[in-house]
């Protein structure tokens, strides 16, 4: 290793793309209520989103990695939600910010979902009414740290929690998208356990 | 608030509507079956012509109260800012009114809300469908026998997972 050239570093692959991944996060921004006003200011010079590399707002799932469920969203809201989500690349990940993304908070109603995480998987919660940016700033750093920790290179953590593999099938509900369909092989669950490395994590959401 | 002109207009023509004041807003009690002469009357003849809303009131569990739905239509006059409430009521089973989309075209999309959030059918309406409720909801939740946490509609969503995606 002495004669390695200055200016080189030697790192893991999947650290190095995580590192990417975390600091060019580009958020959905998926505002239906006053968190939204919060999360505008967030993005604004005073907060500066910018400074985690999360400036880049897009108004297009796919071009975006990050979801930010900003506000209450109603069942009729929800396939809305579902199909952004969808439409979103891997990886992707989803903040829900506030207390009636996360809880329904006080509409307790017949219309309002009471959090969003029953329907969609959701990475980090954040809780307020509203956030204060801040607390949204907290989260996008946690998140940055679960994405350094998890995410590998190539996807496999992602193709793991598909066990067992399955074939791409059209979705029932909707003709028009690819969801992942029945499996592929036919496989005890005994095996599809021994395929993970042992202390790996399965629990995304 | 109805100026004087209007309410003697109003009582020669309809002597059965009770027109009352309250706070300086005047609001006039017609049967359900010349509601639609009422509303066509004051804005024909007395010149009452902006729908400025239709709602509707569920009296049920409400003391005192003889019929179950209030159905409310105010009326303005566009130059003089005059305000007329009319009052009507329709009862259980199929609560049903005229519609008055034939005198304002206005009243499509607030017709359409009172039957989404109430279930009063208007006889006549070109397009009676939900207009704020997914459109295989059931209920009408504006009603006040409907649970305020509705009966599993807010839970009957697939879910869609991570390995979904």
């Not at chain 2, 009676?128 to 909801?137: A, M, N, S, V």
């Not at chain 2, 209920?139 to 390995?163: C, S």
């Amino acid at each position: 290793m002495t004669d390695l050239p200055d200016n080189v570093v030697i790192t893991r692959l999947d650290a190095l793309v995580n590192w990417c991944r975390k600091n060019s996060l580009w958020p959905m921004p998926f505002a239906t209520a006053c968190c939204g006003i919060e999360l505008m200011a967030t993005g604004a010079s005073r907060h500066d989103i910018a400074r985690f590399g999360a400036e880049v707002f897009r108004f297009s799932p796919r071009q975006c990695d990050l979801m930010i469920v900003a506000g209450r969203v109603v069942m009729k809201m929800m396939p809305v939600l579902q199909r952004i989500w969808l439409q979103m690349h891997e990886p992707k990940w989803c903040i829900s910010m506030g207390a009636c993304a996360s809880t329904g908070g006080v509409f307790d109603t017949y219309a309002v979902v009471q959090g969003i995480d029953r329907f969609i998987p959701v990475d980090v919660y954040v809780p307020g009414c509203p956030p204060r940016p801040e607390q949204l700033l907290q989260a996008i750093i946690d998140l940055q740290e679960k994405i350094q920790r998890e995410g590998t290179a190539s996807g496999r953590e992602a193709f793991r929690r598909r066990q067992p593999p399955r074939a791409l099938v059209e979705d029932p509900r909707n003709p028009r998208l690819v969801v992942a369909g029945p499996p592929l092989f036919a496989s005890s669950g005994d095996e599809a356990a021994s395929d993970r490395p042992a202390g790996s994590e399965t629990s995304a959401t | 608030m109805a100026s004087p002109e209007t309410l003697q207009k109003l009582k020669e023509r309809f002597p059965e509507a009770e027109i009352s004041e309250f706070r300086g807003q005047h609001r006039a009690v017609v049967p359900a079956g010349i509601v639609h002469d009422v509303l066509k009357f004051l804005k024909e003849e007395v010149g009452l012509a902006l729908i400025i809303d239709i709602t509707c009131v569920d009296y049920l569990y409400y003391p005192n109260a003889r019929d179950r739905f209030g159905v409310v239509y105010i009326v303005g006059h566009p130059e003089t800012a005059e305000r007329m409430i009319i009052k009507t009521f329709v009862n259980d089973p199929a609560p049903t009114l005229p519609t008055v989309t034939d005198l304002w075209e206005g009243a499509n999309w607030l017709e359409r809300e009172v039957w989404d959030m109430f279930g009063i059918r208007f006889e006549g309406h070109p397009d009676l469908r939900r207009i704020l409720l997914p459109e295989d909801f059931q209920d009408h939740p504006l009603r006040k026998d409907y649970p305020l946490q509705g009966r599993g509609e807010r839970h009957n969503i697939p879910v869609v997972t991570r390995d979904l995606g």
